[in-house]
């Protein structure tokens, strides 16, 4: 007797309210089903007759969104700056409090000190807090270790968290984040080793998904960047950008000649790199909790890059000095309020286009036939109310692939 098997499924969610993110739009009376952690059939409540499964969910009307993605996080990293942030407030200058050892060396010298095992239980609040809103996908970045062996401790820690927590890491080596302290007045010594020894030998052991540099006045120069770049291609690693955040550098059009998945920030980004990215398919990301942060008030140019086409994500940017956000839907409020995004755009942004901006909206990121079953139900009546909410966190369920 034969089996159907196409026809049966591990499990079917129905009664949903289905925002594909995709070319299918939404579905009022949706039914989702998975097989195999991958999603195996979308469709109208019509379709249930012949549909069959070990499991049967009701979402009672429940709206359903691909699971969201973080796709730009510092999640990994020791210690915190809070009492830096309250001798801010207090009146301390920036110099006076890098004089008394404060800013990203402070974090560097207590990730360092950290074992791997310290830096993935102290993550995995930060993570919690990120799933508790649906996330099912995040990029971690390492930038705070800046010698080879620090560095891999961080990205193995970043890749440990999915032992604990049911997610998809994607990890980012970041190791043109910052002059380290042995080589200070010798970035370009510096940049030396992040090319010759430390990309080889991360790549050899595949510990990074891509390669990431921080273009900026007080980062690096383009010509820097554009010898790490040459090297991430050599090994075949995509690349992404730290850009035009604080200054325009040139960071975004760099970044689109080298192919890249993103460039992120992007408040002082200019029209050349506006069309350059267009032209390359290369995702902004933008991160409006550091922009809140930090007070900043020059805001990205949002028309431009709608104008041009070029594809919009939202991300976190959590980090301990200018973004201690672990919160990826008040990110959405903050990108509709500081930056005018629309409600399709912030929701775009942290499913749809954060999957792009990784390089894997193949397997992730919309609701379609294949793709991991990664899904979050919600208890709203539209959309918007994620976008709209601060403080609330509406998730009814969150399920990674199929589960
Ligand atoms: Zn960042």
Redesign the pocket.
């Known amino acids: 007797m034969a089996f159907d098997s196409d026809n049966f499924h591990d499990r079917i969610w129905c009664n949903a309210r289905l925002a594909t993110m995709a070319g299918g739009g939404t579905y009022d009376d949706g039914v989702i089903a998975c097989r195999n952690g991958r999603t195996s059939h979308i469709g109208t409540a019509d379709d249930l007759a012949k549909l069959d499964a070990a499991e049967i969910l009701d979402c009672e009307g429940r709206w359903i969104t691909p699971g969201l993605i973080d796709c730009?996080t510092?999640l990994i990293h020791a210690g915190d700056r809070a009492h830096e942030f309250e001798r801010r407030l207090a009146g301390s200058t920036y110099e006076e409090l890098a004089r008394a050892g404060g800013g990203i060396t402070s974090t560097v010298l207590a990730t360092r000190a950290a074992s791997e095992r310290q830096l993935v239980d102290s993550a995995l609040p930060r993570l919690d807090s990120l799933i508790a809103e649906g996330v099912t996908t995040i990029e971690i970045?390492s930038g705070y270790g800046l010698s080879l062996s620090d560095e891999c401790k961080m990205l193995r820690a970043a890749r440990a968290l999915a032992d604990h927590r049911a997610i998809s890491i994607q990890t980012t080596f970041l190791g043109a984040h910052a002059v380290p302290p042995e080589y200070f007045g010798s970035a370009d010594a510096y940049i030396g080793a992040v090319c010759g020894t430390m990309i080889p030998s991360i790549a050899g052991c595949q510990l990074a998904d891509a390669v990431d540099a921080f273009c900026e006045n007080v980062g690096f120069t383009a010509d820097q960047v554009r010898r790490v770049f040459d090297v991430a291609r050599a090994y075949d690693l995509p690349v992404k950008l730290?850009a035009e955040q604080l200054s325009n550098s040139g960071g975004a059009t760099l970044a689109a000649e080298y192919g890249a998945l993103s460039a992120?920030h992007l408040e002082h980004l200019d029209q050349a790199g506006v069309a350059a990215m267009a032209q390359a398919g290369t995702v902004a990301v933008l991160?409006p909790g550091a922009f809140y942060f930090m007070r900043e008030t020059h805001v990205p140019p949002i028309a431009a890059l709608r104008a041009a086409g070029v594809p919009m994500a939202v991300a976190t940017?959590c980090?301990p000095g200018t973004s201690p956000l672990t919160s990826i839907l008040l990110a959405m409020n903050m990108a509709a309020t500081l930056f005018r995004l629309t409600v399709d755009e912030c929701l775009a942004g942290v499913t749809r286009e954060a999957a792009r901006a990784l390089g894997i909206l193949n397997d992730t990121g919309t609701l379609e036939l294949d793709k991991y079953c990664d899904l979050a139900i919600w208890e709203v009546e539209r959309p918007a109310e994620l976008v709209y909410r601060m403080g609330a966190n509406p998730l009814h369920a969150r399920i990674w692939r199929g589960q």
Do not use: A, G
């Open positions: 730009h510092h970045k730290h992120d991160l940017d980090n």
